[in-house]
């Protein structure tokens, strides 16, 4: 499965963002269903500014 990810939904000017792509990806567990945490195993590193933004909001 191939993910891909965007930080926002809009732009500035309302417009709809694009999408970038994150990585090959593997499900390996979820978990509850409302909201569903899922867990992922990734073929490669994601990209730096993803995975520091990733970051923030998981914590």
């Known amino acids: 499965m191939?993910?891909?990810v965007r930080r926002h939904k809009k732009t500035e000017?309302?417009?709809p963002r694009s999408w970038i792509p994150?990585?090959?990806a593997e499900?390996?567990?979820h978990?509850?269903?409302t909201p569903m945490g899922?867990?992922?195993a990734f073929g490669h590193e994601m990209p730096a500014?993803?995975?520091m933004?990733?970051?923030i909001a998981a914590s």
């Open 49 to 51: 500014d993803v995975s």
């Open 53 to 55: 933004y990733s970051a």
């Open 27 to 29: 499900h390996v567990e």
């Open 13 to 15: 000017s309302g417009g």
């Open 38 to 40: 899922i867990t992922w």
């Open 31 to 33: 978990k509850s269903r």
């Open 2 to 4: 191939l993910l891909f």
């Open 22 to 24: 994150l990585a090959p």
